[in-house]
């Protein structure tokens, strides 16, 4: 079975604080994409950034950058210099072809001004 | 519209209505997928289409669950005997993902709030 977990409930930071969201996932395929979600709040899923199973380059766009450890089964989401608008509910979220998506149950960040 | 269109954005009902949700995904997107979200949670799976066919319904709670895309395109979850416990969010996803093809990124609409009193 496929699970994603995200220890973080809440996290609050101040802006300009660089902030690191955690996911860890459980999986039997071989071969999988994981991926991040923003969900502001106006409630609308949005994508963020996606890694498949056969690259562990970490990479970074723009404030995002993601490390992928598939030793640890861990692909953790970093914001650099947070924003007020980065204030969101975070999913990370495991898939495989022909499979459903199955996401964490979200972590909540706030970032003050 | 380009994105995925979901309707009613708000439905009422009294416990035991039957109830339909429409989800019309972006055009040429084969898979669709039904979620439903409870206030603080996760995005909970209940089906998914790949063209005309569930490929996997296992997420349906019950049969008073049921969802059909008869066209392969527009999608309708219907509830019967709505409960209170059905009070949630309804999101639908669609993606151009076959079988080789795309790496699976899922396009979300706004959802349909169902609030069962």
């Known amino acids: 079975a496929q699970k994603v977990t995200q220890a973080q409930t809440e996290i609050s930071v101040v802006e300009k604080e660089d902030v690191t969201l955690d996911c860890v996932y459980e999986t039997r395929d071989t071969t999988y994409y994981l991926f991040w979600y923003k969900q502001p709040p106006s409630g609308e899923l949005v994508f963020l950034i996606r890694?498949?199973?056969?690259?562990?380059q970490n990479e970074i766009s723009g404030r995002y950058s993601w490390n992928f450890q598939k030793s640890t089964s861990s692909f953790n989401f970093t914001i650099t210099a947070s924003q007020v608008v980065d204030s969101a509910v975070y999913f990370c979220a495991l898939w495989n072809y022909g499979q459903n998506f199955v996401f964490g149950p979200g972590t909540r960040l706030s970032v003050l001004p | 519209g380009a994105g995925v269109s979901q309707t009613p954005s708000n439905k009422v009902t009294e416990k035991g209505k039957y109830v339909e949700l429409r989800c019309d995904p972006i055009s040429g997107h084969t898979a669709l997928y039904w979620y439903r979200q409870s206030l603080g949670q996760g995005p909970e799976f209940l089906i998914y289409?790949?063209?005309?066919?569930?490929?996997?319904d296992s997420g349906l709670p019950n049969d008073r669950f049921f969802a059909v895309r008869p066209e392969g395109s527009v999608s309708t979850l219907k509830i019967q005997r709505t409960e209170r416990g059905d009070s949630a969010v309804y999101l639908c996803?669609?993606?151009?993902?076959?079988?080789?093809?795309?790496?699976?990124?899922?396009?979300f609409g706004e959802g349909s709030r169902l609030t069962v009193l």
């Open positions: 289409f790949q063209g005309t066919g569930a490929a996997d």
């Open positions: 890694r498949n199973s056969f690259d562990e």
């Open positions: 996803a669609s993606s151009p993902q076959t079988s080789g093809g795309s790496t699976g990124e899922l396009f």
